[in-house]
């Protein structure tokens, strides 16, 4: 038990070091241009639907309805992991810091320690979910946990084990609900636990685990078990809340293929999944909200990263099965005409802004002379202008580091985009203060550049929705 908490220990120190990049040319938050420079836009990549029995999007378009994007001009508050492992708060300029946690501490001397990870905001914004990791020479544990966002506000712990490893956790969409996932070596669950505290129900079990919310109802669809190709207890579910916190499933027909997160639609109509048949490649699907296959957007190869646009028209789609080492090109696929472009060849990760007219995109920066990854470059591609801006060239933090594999799961929880769509918040290591750095990017309306400062120190941030 202590090498192994001294081991955990240990990966709590490293929270706010520097990846082992070779840093041959890794400039943290250096701009190279804060100005636009114009996309190529090529065609689509996807490989077109082939499968007689299921049309195309192309062919079939969906009945969607466009959303009206939740925008609003309220600054937000930023949300992130401090250089002590606290939990914190600030603005986009970093002059009003409030610590919602207080009592992180690391010592390797005497295998014990806390840290706080995780932080999500919920819808409102008016509170913070997190998760809490102990340790200590006589055992371990780990604690979700809830706090107003607010000074003097004392978090309240509401589920604490000793057995799981908790790394993601979300809100339901009136916040009266937090769903958690709790993973060791043999199973994965879904828990939910009132926001108050109180019982804590187990949803369903499987591994892996990956789940969304209804934006709308208290439902959630779910994909266990992974792709059909390759376990026979993969599927994809319906799950819809009791009054007690239990849930009634409803598994869907439709066998599940390689990705990870499914994602309703902003109107809650319908939903995207990759689909499985032995007699072709993958698909990812639009289906109603019943999880009946409508159309296909795409035929997938690896596996699928994809989010919908907050209008609810268009899909961005990565097909990759390692997006940090092995980035792939990043498609918006329109799904009322069908029509698809490329918008960068080799992305990470990506994140919608909240009107849907630009995009957040991590690649890998490599070395012109050896082609190692040396670094994370930040980009905002401007969708109306067919620009794109780049921000910064990070040595990322491996907190950050945590969300890129996973990043399409984490993208349904949190946000580096403010509520107006005009800053990002993003974290890196910085080689001058030899410390991790928090920095939020702001676009200039009159000269559509953007500017990059530094507001805090830290190892990971993100903005509320509101």
């Known amino acids: 038990m202590r090498g192994r908490w001294l081991t955990l220990v240990a990966v709590a120190l490293a929270a706010c070091a520097p990846l082992p990049f070779n840093r041959e040319t890794a400039e943290p938050a250096t701009l190279p241009t804060r100005t636009p420079v114009p996309i190529l836009v090529t065609p689509a990549s996807p490989t077109p639907n082939t499968d007689a029995r299921l049309p195309t999007c192309a062919e079939a378009p969906p009945p969607l309805q466009t959303t009206e994007p939740r925008t609003t001009a309220s600054p937000g508050k930023i949300v992130f992991v401090n250089a002590e492992g606290n939990i914190a708060l600030t603005d986009a300029e970093g002059r009003q810091q409030v610590n919602l946690t207080e009592d992180a ?28 990791l102990e340790a200590d020479r006589t055992g371990e544990a780990q604690v979700v946990y809830v706090a107003r966002t607010e000074a003097d506000a004392p978090p309240q712990a509401l589920f604490r084990t000793a057995e799981f490893n908790i790394p ?12 958690f996932l709790t993973i060791n070596p043999s199973r994965g669950l879904i828990r939910l636990v009132p926001r108050e505290g109180g019982e804590v129900n187990v949803l369903q079990q499987g591994a892996p685990t990956y789940w969304h919310w209804h934006p709308r109802d208290d439902a959630l669809v779910t994909h266990l078990g992974g792709s059909a190709a390759d376990s026979p207890e993969a599927s994809v579910s319906l799950l819809t809340l009791l009054r007690s916190g239990e849930a009634r499933r409803t598994v869907l027909p439709a066998l599940p293929g390689s990705f990870q997160s499914p994602h309703y639609a902003p109107d809650g109509k319908h939903m995207l999944y990759v689909a499985f048949d032995e007699r072709q490649p993958d698909r990812l699907v639009v289906a109603d909200a019943g999880g009946n296959p409508l159309c296909t957007v795409a035929t997938i190869r690896e596996n699928a990263f994809f989010a919908w646009s907050p209008n609810g028209i268009e899909v961005a789609l990565m097909d990759t099965a390692l997006p940090l080492t092995d980035p792939a090109a990043l498609v918006l696929v329109n799904l009322r005409d ?49 620009e794109e801006t780049e921000l910064a060239i990070l040595n990322p933090t491996r907190s950050f580091l945590q969300y890129v594999q996973y990043f399409d799961q984490y993208s349904r929880a949190v946000t580096p985009w403010s509520p107006d769509g005009r800053r990002l918040v993003f974290s890196g290591f910085s080689e001058e203060s030899d410390r991790a750095e928090i920095y939020v990017g702001t676009l200039e ?10 507001i805090a120190f830290g190892s990971v941030a993100f903005w509320s929705p509101k």
Do not use: K
Request: hydrophobic share 35%; glycine share 10%; aromatic share 14%.
């Open 445 to 454: 309306q009159e000269t559509q550049t953007w500017s990059v400062r530094r």
């Open 338 to 386: 069908g029509r698809s472009r490329t918008v960068h060849p080799a992305a990470s990760t990506f994140f919608w802004s909240p009107d849907g007219r630009a995009l957040a995109v991590y690649a890998p920066q490599r070395s012109e002379r050896t082609g190692q990854i040396v670094g994370l470059r930040l980009s905002v591609i401007n969708l109306d202008r067919n």
């Open 105 to 132: 501490f690391v010592s390797p001397e005497t295998g014990s320690g806390r840290i706080y990870r995780f932080p999500s905001f919920s819808n409102d914004g008016q509170f913070v979910g997190f998760v809490g």
């Open 168 to 179: 993601y956790l979300d809100w339901s969409p009136d916040d009266r609900w937090i769903a």
